[in-house]
């Protein structure tokens, strides 16, 4: 079974360019939209997330909405603990497919570390 994991130098999910995430104030309370909307950088891409060295700067403060934690997908998804697995799965392929694109090397990377399999 494929089991989650965040792949070093992704970044695909820093692209924070609202015109892709129309659904923002569905989970978001309007403080943590706010420190959102004050992150989208040039081109989209989060002020914290450092291109060339693909990585946030700010990795251990990075605001809750950046987490990828039980208790938070919770929280703002609905998600119970036992679907995290797969839901974290597809919103990572999601990302990574809008910004780099299903063929990218992105995706590969990401798909041979969780286990992905199409079959
Ligand atoms: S899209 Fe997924 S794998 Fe890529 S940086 Fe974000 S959490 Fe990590
Ligand atoms: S704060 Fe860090 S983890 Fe969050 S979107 Fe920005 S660069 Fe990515």
């Not at 892709?20 to 403080?31: A, I, M, N």
């Not at 992150?39 to 990828?68: Q, S, T």
């Not at 995706?107 to 399999?117: I, N, Y």
């Amino acid at each position: 079974m494929a089991k989650w994991q965040c792949v070093k130098q992704c970044g695909a999910c820093c692209h924070l360019n609202p015109a892709d995430r129309p659904d923002l104030d569905e989970y978001l309370s309007p403080p943590e939209l706010e420190v959102y909307l004050s992150m989208v950088g040039e081109g989209g891409w989060c002020i914290n997330y450092d291109k060339h060295l693909r990585e946030c700067r700010i990795y251990a403060n990075r605001p809750r909405f950046c987490r990828v934690e039980s208790e938070i997908f919770q929280d703002m998804y609905g998600i119970k603990p036992e679907e995290l697995n797969d839901f974290a799965i597809d919103c990572c392929r999601q990302q990574i497919e809008g910004v780099y694109s299903e063929s990218s090397l992105e995706m590969l990377r990401f798909d041979e570390a969780v286990g992905f399999d199409f079959c």
